[in-house]
């Protein structure tokens, strides 16, 4: 049980320190600057001055798909991407809304509850002690799925 828990403990911490790298990583994003897309980063700068977190990493990723997301544990560490897509469909105004969405997900940390939150409910998943509440649940919504067929 030991051995259970402190690789669950180093699991989270990991999830904690690295989830924006991995994202990052397995989407194919790249990192931009002032240099190669002075419109995006200056965006993003002029929103993070308006109350929303510092000024965050900015990626691209090469993608048809219109699309943005933020990432990071904290507005410290922040990194928002977007897609080629979502730059090539939208105006600066449809792109501010977009981005300004995202960078609220920083602002409020939803992007550390989205990271931690399904690493934290592992071990319900896995506890057969624990698990025991959530098989009522499952019953339960098993019970209104026939219902409705």
């Known amino acids: 049980m030991l051995i259970a828990f402190l690789f669950a403990a180093a699991s989270n911490l ?7 790298k991995v994202v990052l990583s397995l989407c194919g994003a790249l990192p931009v600057d ?31 798909q219109p699309n943005a997301f933020a990432t990071g544990r904290n507005p410290e560490h922040a990194a928002m991407c977007v897609t080629t897509g979502l730059l090539q469909r939208v105006d600066r105004e449809e ?34 002690i624990l698990r025991s509440s959530s098989a009522v649940e499952i ?11």
């Open 14 to 20: 990991s999830a904690y320190w690295n989830s924006d």
């Open 34 to 64: 002032a240099q190669s897309a002075p419109d995006l980063v200056h965006l993003i700068g002029e929103l993070s001055r308006e109350g929303v977190p510092p000024d965050a990493e900015v990626y691209i990723v090469d993608n048809a």
């Open 95 to 128: 792109l501010a809304g977009v981005l300004a969405h995202e960078l609220s997900h920083v602002k409020n940390r939803d992007t550390l509850t989205m990271t931690l939150g399904p690493r934290l409910r592992a071990p319900w998943r896995c506890s057969p």
């Open 139 to 149: 019953a339960t919504r098993s019970e209104l799925s026939e219902s409705f067929s």
